[in-house]
């Protein structure tokens, strides 16, 4: 059974009792406990949610509730990944990070980011076979990721298209005040379209430092569908050199691992820690020696080698060159 945070229906009670419907007894219908709303760590089937919203809005008689609820809600319901996303230095960047891990808000949605022409679309699917009518949630979570951009942005009219593969549910104008850009129906796919040049727009306030903690949280505790242990350990390691806790019980401790059970799957994979770490080390060298502000002792450092010999021993192995050597081609 595939599931989503709870949070996903925060502000429903509320939106319910104003329209003069009876959110227990709805949310009851589908086996939805209200406490679990406001759980941080609570989770509900997805294609209950789909059917609960559904339902919803034919008795109250309501074809616009999925936008109406999205009103009550903001990037927060997303947990640590609402925390990555809100601290990206950018827009574009933001859009990326909520694509990579939307999984764990629920495995059972995408949102991508596809170029076209001079526009960027962010797409909304649900990816969960035979789930019936969804209007309500695709127009809650397409409503929810264009008033995401809308905070983020500072920038209230954003958007420049928006397009819904299912019927109208209410009147265009609904829509229209909603969005404050040209919304098309029956289309291939949901997606939200910006201008290009949108992406580049800043995020104001954001904090590097925050968004790197919550990326780290999520890269540690969220394993996307099919991403290897190799994968995730080599970009722990690449976030941990430098730091002095980069050895292979301090990454497999991070995994809640002992360290021969960590290198046992690692070599599954055909892989070793030592080959992860090394091929890390690698990748970063060069970005530092690039930097001819960094003393050579330091890049050693930053690399997690006791000895600035080790770095040159390595250079030599990767590279055939010294480190001065491949310092003065960059």
Not at 39 to 66: H, M, N, W
Not at 117 to 140: A, H, K, M, N, P
Not at 157 to 169: K, P, Y
Not at 262 to 287: M, P
């Amino acid at each position: 059974m595939t599931m989503v945070r709870a949070s996903a229906l925060s502000g429903y009670p509320e939106l319910v009792t104003e329209l003069g419907g009876d959110p227990l007894a709805l949310l009851g219908r589908f086996r939805v406990h209200p406490g679990a709303i406001d759980e941080p760590q609570s989770f509900v089937a997805y294609a209950s949610l789909i059917r609960l919203l559904e339902k919803t809005a034919a008795e109250l008689g309501c074809p616009d509730f999925g936008l109406r609820l999205s009103t009550r809600q903001d990037i927060g319901i997303l947990g640590p990944l609402g925390v990555a996303v809100r601290n990206c230095r950018n827009l574009g960047e933001a859009m990326q990070t909520a694509s990579r891990y939307m999984f764990v808000h629920s495995p059972a949605i995408s949102f991508s980011t596809e170029q076209h022409q001079d526009r960027v679309r962010l797409t909304f699917r649900i990816l969960l076979d035979r789930v019936g009518t969804s209007v309500q949630v695709t127009e809650l979570s397409v409503g929810l990721a264009a008033r995401t951009i809308a905070l983020l942005s500072e920038q209230p009219q954003t958007l420049v298209g928006v397009r819904f593969s299912h019927a109208r549910a209410a009147p265009l104008r609904v829509y229209e005040n909603y969005f404050q850009a040209p919304v098309a129906f029956r289309c291939a796919e949901s997606a939200i379209e910006l201008e290009l040049s949108a992406l580049a727009l800043p995020i104001h306030d954001a904090s590097l430092e925050l968004r790197d903690l919550a990326e780290d949280y999520l890269q540690l505790h969220h394993e996307a569908p099919g991403t290897p242990l190799s994968t995730r350990v080599r970009l722990v390691v690449q976030r941990s050199l430098g730091t002095g806790a980069s050895s292979c019980r301090d990454i497999a401790s991070a995994f809640a691992l002992h360290p021969r059970t960590l290198q046992r799957q690692l070599r599954e994979e055909g892989t070793t820690f030592e080959e992860i770490k090394d091929h890390a080390r690698a990748e970063l060298a060069r970005g530092y020696l690039a930097n001819r502000a960094l003393p050579m002792a330091q890049v050693a450092a930053l690399l997690d080698y006791s000895e600035q010999s080790a770095l040159s021993r390595s250079c030599r192995r990767w590279y055939a060159k010294t480190p001065r050597e491949v310092r003065d081609e960059t």
